[in-house]
């Protein structure tokens, strides 16, 4: 026998794993062991911060490797003021191998590893001075660890980008990150931040009262001043047989209702009789002097025209069909099918008209309807719910008793009606230091006592009792960028836009719309064209913070995207801070810088460039002031007379530098090639910044823009 040979074979099996590794595409699998299980992993990265001076500390997920934190204030609700230590973890999840070079924005120290080696080391007022090797990422998971060192003074940001090779920057796309959602820590102040919004969305400081600085604070939760609808004129508004059910069981008719059952026994009909007394004193409630009901014209034309409205707003994002018997208990929506039972009909258009006039942070937001557009949609609905929805009831309440139990049960600690509450309950400072599984947060009637029932779930009570132990003084130290996030989900955003690579909710319910679209008599609406709603993915840093707020706010005298079927609505309590809290989410800052003059030289290129002559042919798609676009029958895009007055600078670049990167799937061509060169070489020399410049010196002339020859 060939005992070399036999050696040679028995040594190429035991290498051969190794071999493969060295040699493969992949990249060796450095850290297999360490990597999580795939369905503990989330989008995001896990972001741990500490006080400088270590102690204490906090974690939660973010999107980005990106933060900025404004002198003087905290960079979490759970930690004060002053220098910090910020640490970003998990994975960069590559579909294919890669090279890349990375550098950070912002000031400070910050250190990054990557696959367990250093890979940036930048420090000082300009990170971006220092950039990376070019690194090589490997397919799948990239262990990612960033730590940043806030400075001692002023403020403190940084975002990781990546460097292209004509030296321009891309922020790194939430797209790509993972981490693992099981870590302890993480979990457990993620409940935290559960417990203390609970605190806040069920307006406990309204009946327990706290220290005074709690609420009052600047940096206070916004949350903490949310109103509850106004009943001055629920009698005008509300029919009787649903507030008996309502006040008598909320969650019986919206599982996610912050109403809690005030009241726990039940008549002969399952309704309390207290629950009657109170209908019936609201049912008494009118204004001075009480409009005419009015009831919604039926005919066959308003339900069809309501039903358009319904499909192309995508209310089905957010509500089931009037005519839905049932929810599954994992659809989130709201359901619609007691709207005719609730309201009368006026109030109805009314409320669809102006949802925010009784109830300023009502979820509900503001679509700017006509009242065309009211009457169609009310009488859609109304047509289409059930007139059984709800079981048949007395009203028969004493409307005299009904205001004395309205005012003892501590109603009118968040509602407001004539009359002075008489509630006495114990101070927030008392219910932490006493037996928090009794009264609000226990999990039986027995304890509950004569405490009201929010319907809560094992969970929230124990995230809401760990919050008022060992963080209630965070409801006074608020982030805005925070706030922003808890925002989105309160809002439900989601329903209709893309954010970071998941599509939208309305998008899902294809099959829903077109059940409702189907049915309608087939019209003529022109050129239509693409009718995608923006990606919020990187809307913080594209959209010019005061401009922003005021879009959300409802405050703009023009619709940047008319050709559109669906429409932004208003949110107008929150839709500045919103704004801030995007751009804080970014690094950018929420103040918004006033916008310089533009070159007149550049400018006239910048004009030139846009036009079909020796140009880009921009104004295809985009219209210029008066002017429209000459042929945009599939992609219409915004007029160039308000791009300056929204759009962020740098990401005006950005964009038009690389448009799928930041929207895929756009219409809008890409322009500049990997070298930074475009077509045109006799402006400028074919260098794509140098021309894209000038095409914003041109669009900052705004309002008063001149459209190319």
Known sequence: MNYRFVLIIVLAAILAPALVNLFSSEGPALYAADAPDAKNLQPGLTLTIEMANGGAKDARSSRLVALRVPAGENATPFLAPGPFKATWQGFIKMRLRDEMTFEAQGRGTVHMELNGEAVLDASGDDLSKTQSKEIRLKKGLNALTVTYTAPASGDAFIRLCTVRKDGSYDPISPNIFQHDVTDAFLKERAALRDGRKLLADLRCLNCHAGDASLASATTAMPELKQDAPLLTDAGDRLNPEWLVQWINNPKSLRKDAHMPRLFHDS??????????????????????????????????????????????????????????????????????RFIKSKYKPSALRAFLKKPESHYAWIRMPNFHLTDDEATQLSAYILHNAPDDALPKVATDGDATKGKQIFESAGCLNCHATSGKSTLESPALAKVTA??????????????????????????????????????????????????????????????????????????????????????????????????????????????????????????????????LKARMPWFPARGHMIAEGFALQHACSPATQPLEPSDPQQAELGRKLVGRQGGFSCIQCHAVGEMKAFGAFEAQAINYMYTAERMNHDYFHRWVRDPQRYQPGTRMPQYADNAGKTPYKDILGGDAHAQFEAIWQYLLEGRHIKPPE
């Open 434 to 563: 006493g037996d928090l599984k009794k009264g609000c947060l226990a999990d039986a009637d027995v304890s509950r006592g004569r405490a009201p029932d929010f319907g809560l779930t094992p969970e929230q009570s124990t995230s809401i009792a760990d919050a008022l132990k060992s963080a209630v003084d965070s409801i006074a130290h608020d982030t805005r960028d925070e706030f922003a996030e808890r925002q989105v989900h309160t809002l439900n955003c989601v329903a209709c836009h893309v954010r970071d690579g998941v599509p939208d909710i309305w998008a899902g319910l294809s099959e829903e719309v077109n059940k409702i679209t189907s049915a309608l008599p087939k019209i003529d609406e022109g050129v239509v064209g693409d009718q995608s709603r923006p990606d919020l993915t990187w809307v913080g840093e594209k959209l010019r913070p005061q401009w922003m707020g005021s879009f959300i706010a409802g405050e703009i005298d023009y619709n940047p995207r008319p050709w």
């Open 267 to 336: 008549g002969p009909d399952g309704i309390d009789p207290r629950a009657k007394d109170v209908a019936a004193y609201l049912a008494s409630l009118h204004a001075s002097p009480a409009p005419k009901d009015e009831p919604v014209a039926g005919d066959e034309s308003l339900v069809i025209a309501g039903a358009r409205v319904y499909a192309n707003l995508g209310c089905v994002g957010c509500h089931t069909t009037p005519d839905q018997a049932t929810v599954a208990p994992e659809d989130t929506r709201v359901p619609l």
